[in-house]
């Protein structure tokens, strides 16, 4: 491990080094013999403090190989659980080696100057810092560096080494083999002997056949009258806690500071091993330490959450909320948690909350240099959710009316504002930064038909900015005015749409005007906002639909569509998907399934089994004018020049006429490369969709430089 000086402090924060060949003398026979022992719990196994072989001899009267792994606060909360008891003797060598640890006379004292750097075998040296005023600006790096048989290095070139580049002026320190070297070094000539210094100990690493050390301080020294100084250790490593402020180094931060931020990382390593207990553990510590510190409690709510333990998470992010009532990245999550908890009003009164103190927000730190796009984003009618990762983990999504850009955009390369549309929030709004594209995802016109107007409103202020999908025309998307428009083009079927009310009580004239309308058994039911298929029934008679209706949520509305049986010829359903990306038609998908709602999750019902389904599929992606016909195509363009949309999907099927019959049409389709691992065929034409998204925002980049 190593220590650069940046900016040093002028009157304390010197380096505090122990070598453990200064330590082990002073330990008994006995003690030496109980920490070797492998009984000490360092996590979920139990391994020795010491290790290596004390008889042997070197030129420092120590075997090279000595090493040690100690954090007596974990040794202590490990024994308070009953997990792993120490004996009487373990526990008293423990005790031993701390009065070794305390002796301020034998620390090596290190003043860095700007441009320093000290290097230490981080299994052989203990290593810390003296205290300094926390008005001070001292800044030192940390850097960890792995090498290979270290200890195992040729002895005559290490001393050679060694002792040409370290100028020690401490006459206690041996310069030969040692485990730590200081480039270029300025001496201290006038220690202060009267000031206090931290015992020293060390972390063990989390995996034992990889070891990484890490110091920490005892409990005892968190003693508020232990020193006047603040005092933290320069080899915590400060995680990055929050993306919305940098970094600060820990060692110009309060103790508590220091040890939360000491337990975050922790935590953050915990994570990658799937020990959730410990990671709560370590999070409550931190949280405990800086009870008022939005950036701590904020992260460890995150990390709680990303784990699973939702429930921990709740009152953290609460709190952050009361210090700064209107933080955004607290209040979406705490809305996400909420809404898991099934409290859906007070997860909408959180969002609300937050959203209408930022009607917008920067994704991505300014960069001058790049071009600025504009997402338009709606809150009313959606929720932010929580969603299981692939990698098991858990994250929050805004979910309900978009399209996401993930796939889509490469965002690396742009400036992303996000604007917020909640209520009318944005119409008073004069300071909004002026983008160059405007990228409106909202794309339900059922759910977002509020946000939408806003929207459009917002658009007339800019006329010469370009707009993806401009909002005007996703309105016109609703399936109901879907089926009256497509169904004037010849050789094209949207099956019949109405769009009725269900106030929980009038259930009788319900069913009578479903039926008036000429509504025939079977038919489908669709909660009007729905894009998927989690709120869609197939209704076979008047007796399923009266319990569908009872069984519903009320005062909603709800499509009524009349059902067309679309099986093949093999018995199959099929459902074909297709977008529209900047005029220009792409083939997604081609799927077959045993039931009548298809979707892209039920490959594995049937297509991974059945052969002949996959070499369709590649044939419709190869080749969709020839797998379609041209007839097809040509209505596919014809329905394009309707929709007037730069980007939407559609999905439909070929019926044994020849009939295009659609199933659904709008701009909320996902484009996403979750199965084109398993069907790896799909993704050139899952990139080409990609490819042709960015191609856009790049033409229409360049169309706003030529106005």
Known sequence: V?????????????????PIEDV????????????QEPVYPFGVNAYPVLTGDLTGTSETGT??????????????HIEMTGRSPLSPASLNALTVLDERLGKPEQFTQLHLEAGEIVFMHNQKVLHGRSGFSPDSDRLLYRIRLHIDSLTTMDQSQTHAQTHAKSVIPTPTHKTVNAPWIALPQTPDPSPNPAQRFTPLTVTPGLDPTQPEYQVSLPPHFFDPGYSQHPASLDSISTPPVDPRHPATDVSTVSVALAQAQAHLTQANQLKALNRFDDVLHHCHQASQLTPDNLNILNACGKLLLRVGQFAEAIPLFRRCLDIAPTDFDSG???????????????????????????????KTPHDPQKKTILRIRGMDGSAYQIIRRSDGFFKYILKGGHFSIRNLVEKQHYN?????????????LTDIPQPDLIINTLACPDLKRLSLLT????LDRYPHIPVINHPRQVLGTTRERNALRLNLISGVNFPRTERLFWDGHSLDELVQEILGLGFKFPLIVRQVGSQTGKSVALLNDETSLRDHFQN????????????????????????????FVDGTLYPVANLFHDAWNVHSGDRYQVMDKLEWTQEQEKSFLQNPNTYLGQSNIDKLYQIRDIINLDFFGIDFTILDDGTLFIFELNAAMRHNFDHAQNFPYTRPYLEAVSRAFNQMVQRCLEAQLSV
């Open 2 to 18: 190593a220590f650069q000086c940046i900016i040093p402090d002028q009157s304390g924060g010197e380096s505090i080094i122990i």
């Open 24 to 35: 082990l003398p002073q330990l008994d026979t006995d003690t030496l013999k109980c920490l």
């Open 63 to 76: 075997s090279e190989q000595v090493g040690i792994r100690y954090y007596r606060a974990q040794l202590d």
């Open 332 to 362: 979406l999550a705490l809305s996400s948690l909420l809404d898991h908890a099934q409290d859906k009003a007070a997860a909408q009164a959180t969002l609300k909350q937050v959203v209408r103190h930022h009607p917008y927000t920067w």
């Open 416 to 428: 992303l504002l996000i604007l917020n549309l909640l209520d009318n929030n944005i119409d008073p």
């Open 455 to 458: 929207a459009a409103r917002f």
């Open 552 to 579: 519903s949520p009320t005062y909603r509305n709800y499509y009524i569509i009349q059902f067309y049986d679309c099986k093949n010829s093999q018995g199959y359903f099929n459902k074909i998907r297709m977008f």
